[in-house]
């Protein structure tokens, strides 16, 4: 009867939740929530639950219902972490969106999403019961080795206990101690954000009396003089800005903490705490958009506005300079003028560090920043105040689009084409322009797709009417798209005029720009010294011992590294193969173009922008403030130099050597080709002067190259389309890829065409493979590749992504799957 009437109380109801696990499981498992926590949780909540044996793990609460699982019995969640959801409605059915469009599951999906600061450190605790008397005669071996350790160390994780004992299987030993009451398991959570807290002074309202002050501080000079500067600090301070921190109080004073303590004490001071921003800017900032369009961008502007009237999404299709942010800026302006949220995406965080000053001119402290290098704390904060709708406007990389929008109204993707909107690894493996367009959608909200160089599937969408088309085809202030000249490095080479890798013509033009005191970009798309080192007597050639690859050296750390998996080996001396000296290097990067520019030009000051250089948190924008100042006068650098930068004095642009683009083996190669060669061109003459641009090249013929002079970026598209046609590529096909992965390569081919054989069963020709990538050992798991084409008309991509889960599934039930990895890629280009 007891149990009949507790059941009946409307705060007894027995309430189960399905949670989202940060796991790659295919399932939300369901958990049942102990009565006092009836009134605690709501969808979009976080809380502790364990998952397996020992783990602990924060989930998302997805569904809040009563009826129980029916295939287990539920465990009890642990704790509720939040008083109101972190995550909204719509983000998880975006969630859900992702994880079915990209064929990975909504747990993967949510470790991407969240904030690593909101998933939570924890680990299971054991400590010894000091209370209770043993006897350790009685324990075996290993129980004796866990209770001495537990004398030394008051406390030891699961994991401690795993490498004291040497072995995995370690839960039995300590069930069988916690049922002789010898241990003490303590599941301890602790949450890893923390809000930056900052001490403010203020003074005594009494004491803003003149006269009151004066007798004060009389008194406090005579008695303790440390005090009387402090508040005369204090005094200086106030007028020059609105708040007085603790920290710049003793710093302006010189008279230490004890002087400002023995004020609070004395209430001549009052101290606060208040939770501040880590990003690195004052919310009070000053908002000024003072700029004139021109009348080309005046009547772009108007034909945007007049496609958001019947469509979606629009195309902005305008040259390198033509002033592409300035419409940004005023769409946003309207957009916040209406109360509605505004996100901007950039592909690369230098984009995103050099373009938040213009946009803080304009915005203010109602724009939030969100890229991969904040630190956990940062993210956190700005993923609570788009949650609390402080920010109006955000700006950020591909994550971005995970963020608590509550209403969003427009989503601008800046340099749409750039393949940095993809992810690659981990799943979800998802294309942020497509998402963002999805998105959108879930909102009621706009999307605007900007490039000088659309994607060929973006323009496609575009021309057939899918998408709104406006083009911007004139630069801003009619300042001239740069001077391309193609310089043959053959022809220089033969007639000995090449210095190094510098052909005469880039050498006399960079002369000219720093005569002028202007600056130049080098472009090479390699990082590091050297992309191969040679034996010249036996051809040996030093490869990764992880990966399929050859070692790159690397001159700062005179090691050769692995570019994939981050393996690094001392350079040898002599040949391991046959036992030479004579090794030589072969190729050149970015590090290399640096080290022999120092030497032809040893006044000149250089700087390098790749990977190696820009690893550390604040080296991006040093660069690119060292650029914008005038501190550096040739920067060299990888595709971040080719990607929306925007400096008046860069008038001289050098493509180091073009054919790395263009001789790649892929059927986006040219079209990859013209899209960074026009993008790495334009940064050249922003300002009032035509730039130059020298590409060296030893094919100067190539079609692409020849497209890229003439700025016949429709030419080459319709070439290109004619064999995307033909070939059964995007944008009229869709492709999805599988990986397929082990260890050992005789079993991988098993595996691999067992799987290739079940998908013909379905998709017939359909299916190509499988095949090795490229690169077809990674971190010492060897890869096959099968894929899939699907024609846009006619297929259902829906049921043809379920044919192919149940197929995966199935073989994953076989024997023959031990040891494979499988991942799914659907748009993988």
Sequence with gaps: MLEFAEVQQPNRKTLFVEVILPLAISLNYTYRIPFDMNGAVAVGKRVVVQFGKSKLYTAVIAAVGEHAPEKYE??????????????????????????????????????????????????????LNREHEYDKTQLNDKEYLITEALDIQPELTISDIVKLLGQKTVMPILRLLFEKNIIILSEEVSERYKPRRKTYITLNPVYLNPDNRRELFEILEKRAPKQADSLLAYMKLSRQQKNVAKNELIEESGAGEASIKSLIEKEVFFAEQKVISRLGYEDDAEESSVFELSPAQQHALAEVREHFEKKEVVLLHGVTASGKTQLYIRLIEEMIATGRQVLYLLPEIALTTHIIERLRIYFGGTIGVYHSRFNDNERVEVWQKVLRSEYKVVLGARSSVFLPFHDLGLIIVDEEHETSYKQYDPAPRYNARDAAIYLANMHNAKVLLGS????????????????????????????????????????????????????????????????????????????????????????????CINCDVSLTYHKHTTKLHCHYCGYKEDTPAVCPACGSTHLEYKGFGTEKVEDELSVLMPDVRLARMDLDTTRSRNSLQTILNNLEEKKIDILIGTQMVAKGLDFADVTVIGIINADSLLKYPDYRANERSYQMLSQVSGRAGRRGKQGKVVIQTYDPSHRVIKQVIENDYLDLYLTEMEERKSFHYPPFYRIISIDVKHMNPEILYNQAEYLATELRKHFGDRVIGPEPPLVNRIRNFYIKTIMLKFEKDGVSINKAKALIRDTITQFQTTKLSKGCIIQPDVDPY
């Design 74 to 127: 539920a465990k009890y969640i642990i704790e509720v972490l939040d008083d109101a959801p972190v995550v909204t409605q719509k983000q998880l059915a975006f969630w859900q969106w992702v994880a079915e469009y990209y064929m990975c599951n909504a747990g993967e999906v949510m470790n991407a999403a969240l904030p690593s600061a909101l998933k939570l450190a924890s680990e299971t605790k054991i400590m």
């Design 452 to 543: 000088a160089t659309p994607s060929f599937e973006t323009y496609y969408n575009a021309r057939s009417s899918k998408y709104g088309l406006v083009e911007l085809t004139e630069r801003y202030g009619g300042v001239q798209l740069p001077a391309i000249e193609v310089v043959s490095i053959s022809k220089e080479l033969k007639q000995k005029t090449m210095q190094s890798h510098f052909s005469s013509v880039l050498m006399a033009d960079m002369a000219l720009a720093l005569e002028n005191k202007e600056q130049v970009i080098l472009f090479q798309n390699r990082r590091g010294y050297a992309p191969v080192l040679m034996c010249r007597v036996c051809a040996h050639t030093p490869k």
